[in-house]
């Protein structure tokens, strides 16, 4: 949501013709060490402020605070950040603050809370279906992240189609590209300690992402096969995720399956270029960030078609079943020993990631607002 939140905003601010906006910058407390939030923030704030007007406000820490660690959220008196001409609120997280007058934008990611509510840590999942609902209430327009999402919330929430507009994430080209340098790329690799050719995958460690039947996939290959492609997993420690590393448990430290944790930032894209494949046989995903990414590097992707992901790599990848670990490992086979099939995939791949452009979607939202302007006349 942040990445999406930074790169959306950057682009609206760049266009050369768009509706006024004002960044809201808010927080509950003062502290000598600001949290990771706070700081993403302030950086976002200082970033745009040569074309957004910027505002900043502390709200009051005892009650505000004390209230969101019982789980509710009292209404943020956001009318003093805008004048009365301003009354469009763009929540670029949800449900966004609950609000004492005015209308509001959200933007929804997806719905795993409804589809897999086991999936999600249950403080995440209670807040969500309470919330939502009532944040809805207060949309003027809805902004999802795919046509996917979009079509759950008509058929979970009844929410018109004319009320609902897709605006598409898309991969940081200057970041995610096929000409990482080598040397960078070789430095990130060993960094991690990982030799050539491995298969990649990333995501925070949790049910959805689907990592159990991954690794069971992965493991059922043929040894040659495992000894010169180990599988690499990144991504944060996640939760109930037990019956992955039980399962890493039972096969022992020569699996060849590597969990690397949280990877910093800036190596995302040297380890997605370097793989030899990329595999994310997620059971949802409301878009699917990963894939796009490892489609702009041109690694050859190898996915499911649950979610948004059908939407995000088109014909680009090689589409498994995510419930048999056989079908997950026939497409890494079929990736790592037919060198025809990986061209094919890398130039389709290329071509599918150039398809989503921030500036696109951000011409995408100005409309948004244009349409949300135009109800409250």
């Known amino acids: 949501m942040g990445y999406y939140t930074q790169e959306l905003l950057r682009a609206y601010a760049a266009l050369p013709e768009r509706w006024p906006m ?204 495992r000894r010169r492609a180990p599988l690499a997993i990144a991504g944060g420690r996640g939760w109930k995720n037990e019956d992955v590393r039980k399962l890493l448990r039972g096969l022992g430290p020569d699996s060849g399956v590597r969990l690397l944790g949280y990877i910093d930032d800036e190596d995302r894209a040297p380890l997605l270029a370097e793989a030899s494949v990329f595999g994310l046989p997620s059971l949802y995903e409301g878009f699917g960030m990963p894939v796009l990414e490892a489609l702009a590097c041109g690694t050859p992707v190898v996915t499911s078609r649950r979610g948004a992901l059908p939407e995000v790599a088109g014909e680009s990848a090689v589409y498994v079943d995510p419930l048999r670990p056989e079908d997950i490992a026939r497409g890494l086979k079929a990736v790592l020993e037919n060198p025809g099939l990986r061209q094919k995939l890398v130039s389709e791949g290329l071509k599918r990631a150039a398809a989503f452009q921030w500036e696109a979607s951000a011409r995408t939202l100005s409309g948004v607002f244009e349409k949300a302007a135009l109800k409250m006349i």
């Open 22 to 225: 004002t960044l809201l910058a808010y927080r509950f407390r003062l502290r000598s060490r600001p949290s990771p939030s706070e700081r993403y923030l302030e950086e976002l704030a200082r970033s745009l402020k040569a074309r957004l007007e910027v505002r900043r406000r502390l709200l009051p820490a005892p009650v505000y605070a004390g209230l969101r660690k019982l789980g509710l959220r009292p209404p943020v008196p956001l009318d003093g950040f805008a004048p009365p001409s301003r009354r469009i609120y763009f929540f670029p997280n949800y449900v966004g603050e609950p609000l004492r007058r005015g209308w509001c934008i959200p933007v929804i990611y997806d719905f795993g809370f409804l589809r897999f509510p086991r999936s999600l840590p249950d403080r995440d999942d209670l807040f969500l279906k309470w919330y939502l609902p009532r944040a809805l209430k207060r949309a003027l327009h809805i902004v999802v992240i795919s046509d996917s999402v979009g079509r759950e919330l008509e058929s979970a929430y009844g929410v018109p189609a004319d009320r609902i507009t897709t605006v598409y994430p898309a991969a940081d080209r200057s970041r995610f590209r096929p000409d990482i340098p080598a040397v960078e790329r070789r430095a990130v690799r060993e960094k991690y300690g990982l030799p050539p050719g491995y298969i990649f995958s990333l995501g925070t460690l949790e049910p959805r992402k689907n990592f159990a039947r991954l690794v069971e996939a992965y493991a059922s290959l043929p040894e040659g096969l």
